[in-house]
């Protein structure tokens, strides 16, 4: 017994450092969330004209996925970029980026990107949105009805921006037994604003809904470029040189990334 004794001594030590080796290491998930309005649609209390909307697509290129705790290394990295569809149903959990095994801490530093790429895979996107992203060089591309009364307004748009979005300020608490998650959050009311700048804008399509020149239901870039915004009271556009509808909306698309649900990056347009 005392050789028994004697050899647990020396055996328990060893078998508990490895479990303590175990038990630092805990699950951290990165995942896209597009909201209630990108999965459900714009309901029309949201909105101060009276229309609603509902997309069909609303595709994303995201990628350069880091995460970390403050001041530290990243402890999970997913440089490549995926296509998700953010319209498909989640019950609120979003689609998956990356997963990966870190150590307990706070990981409340977080950076990604959301630009076209040549290499992108598919997140959950079908192969043939795969190929409209990849083929078209879009970061986002955006489908849907917006519909007031009885009249209906079509539109599909795809866009080439690239948007850098660092120092977002993430809430992931990784403990022992206890797996982590960080959503990059997507606000799809974004696109409808009427300012580009202002802390309150409007939530409006009347103005994309006029911009339907010939009536065909179908709001066109073309008719979109058409609209001169510089005689407006609304639609501000600060120090850019933007002056029209179409390029109005496409810088709306470097706003679209929160973390979090409404936590705040530094989001940098870079092209």
Known sequence: ???????????????CSTACDTARDEALEVR?????????????????????LRYDKFLVSVGGVAVAEKGSEPGLREPAFQVFDLTRASDGAGQEVASELVSLGRYDDTSFT????????????????????????????????????????????????????????SLADVRGGQPAVVQLTIHGDHLLYDDLYSKTPNVTFTLVAEADADNDGE???AELEAVDLRPLPNYQVGSTDIVDLWHFIEHLTTTLGHIDGEGHCKGTRTS
């Not at 050789?3 to 030590?13: N, Q, V």
């Not at 949105?129 to 795809?158: I, P």
């Open 32 to 52: 896209i969330y597009g909201e209630e309005y990108i999965e459900e649609g714009l309901p029309v209390e949201i909105f101060v004209d009276g229309w609603s």
């Open 1 to 15: 017994m005392t050789m028994l004794r004697g050899a647990c001594i020396f055996i328990l030590p060893s078998l």
């Open 219 to 221: 709001v066109s870039q």
């Open 114 to 169: 959301i630009a076209p790429a040549a290499d992108a895979t598919a997140g959950n996107a079908s192969a043939e949105d795969l190929a409209l992203m990849v083929d078209g060089g879009f970061s986002v591309y955006v489908a849907g009805t917006a519909t007031k009364g009885d009249v209906s307004k079509h539109f599909a748009w795809g866009f080439a921006t690239h948007t850098d979005y660092s120092e977002c300020e």
